[in-house]
């Protein structure tokens, strides 16, 4: 593996990362940029090479597709469904406190009506009811 800038003797050199293809007809300095490599390769065996790369990129570009639809779409509908599955597991377990207020979270406090509080000698009048 030669990169790019480093003296190298003559002959073919291949870049795998774009696919460029530099000959040297005499000893001299590889083109690009530090972090562009090169690998010396007949120009033979790069007959060879560059369409069975190809192959392998069109040959493996649908598992590709499915992968990617499965990561975006499946896994984040699965997540939801295990959640809504295990909250009504919670629930019908009788592990779900309903009516209690929790100091896990005191927003619900409020709307438990954990706030009011009922006078036992209450002498008002109440709708339906008559006063003896």
């Known amino acids: 593996m030669y ?6 003797v003559k002959g073919s050199y291949w870049s795998p990362v774009d696919g460029r293809r530099v000959d040297l007809r005499e000893a001299g300095m ?3 940029g530090r972090a562009m490599g090169f690998l010396r390769i007949s120009p033979l065996l790069l007959i060879f090479a560059a369409p069975l790369s190809g192959m392998m990129y069109v040959m493996f570009l ?7 639809f499965l990561v975006s779409w499946l896994v984040p509908v699965a997540g939801t469904l295990v959640s809504a599955a295990a909250t ?4 019908c377990s009788g592990h779900e406190t309903r009516n209690k207020p929790s100091a896990e979270h005191p927003s619900r406090a409020y709307l438990a009506g954990a706030g009011k509080k009922v006078r036992k000698d209450d002498s008002r009048p109440r709708a ?3 006063k003896q």
């Open 62 to 68: 649908p598992f590709l597709g499915i992968g990617v």
């Open 30 to 32: 590889l083109p690009g």
């Open 128 to 130: 339906g009811r008559r």
């Open 88 to 91: 009504g597991l919670r629930v």
């Open 3 to 8: 990169k790019a800038g480093e003296i190298a």
